[in-house]
C-alpha cells in the first residue's frame, strides 16, 4: 500500500493561516446577521397578509423556488408541515411536465426568487392565476414578474451577498430561509399548535421520544400489580412475581390507591410473620404517583430525585397504570 503523499510547504504558517479563515467566517456570518436583522426591522403588515391568506387555506401550501431557492423552498415546506401547516414541496421543472396536476384550487402557493424572474417559475405562476389560486412571494425584487403577479408581495432587504464576488447565494438565502420560519411560526402560534401535536407528527427521533407521555408507555389493564388493603402477603408476593415489576400498589373499595409495597417494604419488614400479614400493615402509605398529562422524561426526574424505580399513573387517585424507569430508559429518554 503507497503512503500518503506529503502534503506539500505552505509559505504562510498555520497559525496565519487558521486566522485567515477564521476571519472569512466572521465576516460571513456578521455578513449573514446584518441581512437577518434588517429582515426582521421591514417587516410590515405585508407579513400579516400573507399569514391571513395562508390560515385560511384549507388545502396545504406549495412551496416552489429553482436553485438555491429551491433547496431553501424545500425546508421551508417541511418546517411548515412539522409545524401544523400542511405543507410540500413542488420543483418548478417537474411543475412544467405535469406536476402542476399537484397543486388544487383549494391550496396556496409560496414562490422563491431572489430576482423575481426566474424563468422557471413561469407555469406555476400562470397556474395559480388561471385558477385563482392564492400567490404570496418571497423575493428580493418588487419590480419583477413574480412580485406584479403574486396576490402578497415579501420583499428581502437588499444587502451584500456573503461570497466577495457577490454572486453566491449567501446572504439572500439565509433572509429567505429565516422569513420562512418567521411564517412558520406565526402560523403555529395562531392556530395553537400544541406539544402534544407536535409529538404526534414527530413519534420517531429524539424530538418524538421527548414528548412521550407517561400514559405512552405506561403498563395498564391486567399488567398492573394491585392488591387489596386486606389481602395477605403470601398472596401479595405471588402478585409482586406474577407481574414482575417489583412493586405493588394497595387500593381500597373505591379503586383509589392508598399505597405501595416494594422490596424495600419486605425488606422492613423481614419477620417469620411477614406472610401472614396485611398488605396494608407492610405498605408505604401515600405513596409517589405521577398524572397522566406528565412527560416520561418528567416522571423520569421525579423517580431519580425520591430514589425509586417505579411510579403509579393516577387519575381522580386511582390508577390508570404502571411506569418503571427502565420502561422510560427503554426508549431512549435520559
Sequence with gaps: MRANPTPPPTDA???????????????????????????????????????????????????????????????????????????FFVHPG???????????????????????????????????RRFSIPLVA????????????ADVVLILPQGDEACPMGLAPTTSTTVTLALGDALAIALLER??????????????????????????????????????????????????????FGVAGVVDGGGRLIGVITDGDLRRHMSPNLLEARAEDIMTRDPISVLPHLLAAEALGIMNEKRISAVFVLKDRKPLGLVRIHDILHWGIT
Design 13 to 87: 504558517p498555520i497559525d496565519d493561516r487558521a486566522q485567515k479563515d477564521i476571519a472569512v467566517g466572521r465576516r460571513v456570518i456578521e455578513m449573514e446577521a446584518r441581512g437577518l436583522n434588517q429582515a426582521g426591522r421591514t417587516l410590515d403588515e405585508r407579513f400579516t397578509k400573507a399569514l391571513d391568506l395562508f390560515n385560511d387555506v384549507t388545502g396545504r401550501i406549495i412551496v416552489s423556488g429553482m436553485g438555491k431557492s429551491g433547496h431553501i423552498a424545500n425546508k421551508i415546506a417541511a418546517t411548515l408541515a412539522s409545524t401544523g401547516t400542511p405543507a
Design 138 to 149: 418571497i423575493t428580493g425584487k418588487e419590480a419583477s414578474a413574480l412580485a406584479e403577479a
Design 191 to 244: 392556530k395553537g399548535f400544541t406539544a402534544d401535536q407536535f409529538q404526534l407528527l414527530h413519534p420517531g427521533g429524539q424530538l418524538g421520544r421527548k414528548l412521550l407521555k407517561v400514559t405512552d408507555i405506561m403498563h395498564s389493564g391486567e399488567d398492573m400489580p394491585v392488591v387489596a388493603p386486606d389481602d395477605v402477603m403470601a398472596d401479595v408476593l405471588l402478585t409482586i412475581t406474577a407481574k414482575t
Design 94 to 128: 417537474e411543475a412544467s411536465h405535469g406536476d402542476l396536476g399537484m397543486i388544487t384550487r383549494e391550496d396556496a402557493v409560496l414562490a422563491i426568487s431572489n430576482s423575481g424572474d426566474t424563468v422557471e417559475l413561469a407555469d406555476i405562476i400562470a397556474h395559480s
